[in-house]
């Protein structure tokens, strides 16, 4: 087994994973734990970006993150039941990842400003909370369901290397 | 036997999701008239504003208009009654 995914790597995942879950599902029903999950999830997103150019190897973004050309060809290798073999983030996830990390810095800044005296009330900016926090969440369903089709195409727990920070070794 | 705990802990916690809104501090209940009986949304705003409030929007909550407030450069959600336009709940943000 090889180490892929630092310890600060798996620890911002899962609780930004559990504080982008508590913001949505408490969103006008309990608005101090909201408020709380949103500020959470705005202060991981911006470790998580920094800890992308300072990380170890697996978690830098310019290890990962390619041209869009790039994640088209590999979504075409997937159709065709070619994923490789990557070890760290394949060009979907690192897409995936990006992605996710600029619509929750949209949410959380939007609704932010939605409590502060100018903005409070303020349709564009309730519009652009709602959105992107909805597209959030539908990207959250096709993460997971790229995660088990990955599971599955590669023959390993992906789940629980996030865990363990470990993975199978390359075949040489 | 580990998979049983993780679903049951899974199961409580949509479980408490379940329940929760009973504690919630969403205001939803107003008035249990019908909605075609309802005095204007912009009376509800009139009543805001008359109350010293600056008003910035008001939308339907529930069966409450929620009207949202600024006094004193403090900002609050208000709960009127569709039915004689009192203050149900006032909610300071």
């Known amino acids: 087994m090889v180490d892929v995914w630092d310890v600060p790597l ?6 930004l994973a559990a504080a982008v879950l508590i913001a949505y599902f408490s969103a ?7 408020e709380i999950a949103g500020y959470t999830v705005m202060a991981l997103v911006v470790l998580r970006v920094a800890w992308g ?32 073999r990557y ?3 394949n060009p979907a996830g690192a897409a995936m990842a990006i992605v996710l990390l600029a619509l929750l810095a949209v949410s959380t ?7 502060t005296e100018r903005f409070f009330g303020v349709d564009w900016v309730e519009m652009v909370h709602t959105v992107s926090s909805n597209a959030v969440m ?11 089709v990955m599971c599955v195409m590669q023959k390993e727990n992906l789940i629980r290397a996030m865990l363990t920070g470990k993975k199978r070794q390359r075949a040489e | 036997m580990k998979s049983l705990m993780k679903a049951s802990v899974v199961g409580m916690v949509f479980a408490a999701f379940g329940f929760a809104p ?16 309802w005095k204007p949304a912009s ?15 008001s939308k339907v909550e529930g069966s409450c208009y929620e009207v949202y407030g600024v006094k004193g450069g403090k900002l609050f959600e208000l709960f009127y009654s569709p039915e004689d336009l009192s203050l149900k709940h006032t909610k300071a943000k």
């Open chain 1, 10 to 15: 798996r620890v911002l995942h899962w609780i």
């Open chain 1, 28 to 34: 006008n029903v309990f608005d101090t734990l909201h």
């Open chain 1, 53 to 84: 150019f300072v990380g170890t190897r697996y978690s830098q973004f310019r290890n990962s993150v390619r041209p869009p050309r790039v994640v088209l060809r590999f979504l075409g290798q997937i159709a065709r039941g070619e994923p490789g």
């Open chain 1, 87 to 89: 070890l760290g983030l």
């Open chain 1, 109 to 115: 800044i939007s609704g932010w400003m939605q409590i």
């Open chain 1, 138 to 148: 539908i990207l959250v369903a096709v993460h997971i369901l790229g995660v088990v």
């Open chain 2, 22 to 37: 009973a504690l919630a501090d969403g205001f939803k209940n107003c008035t249990k008239l019908a909605k075609a009986s």
């Open chain 2, 43 to 57: 009376e509800a705003e009139a009543a805001a504003k008359a109350a010293g409030y600056e008003v910035r929007k």
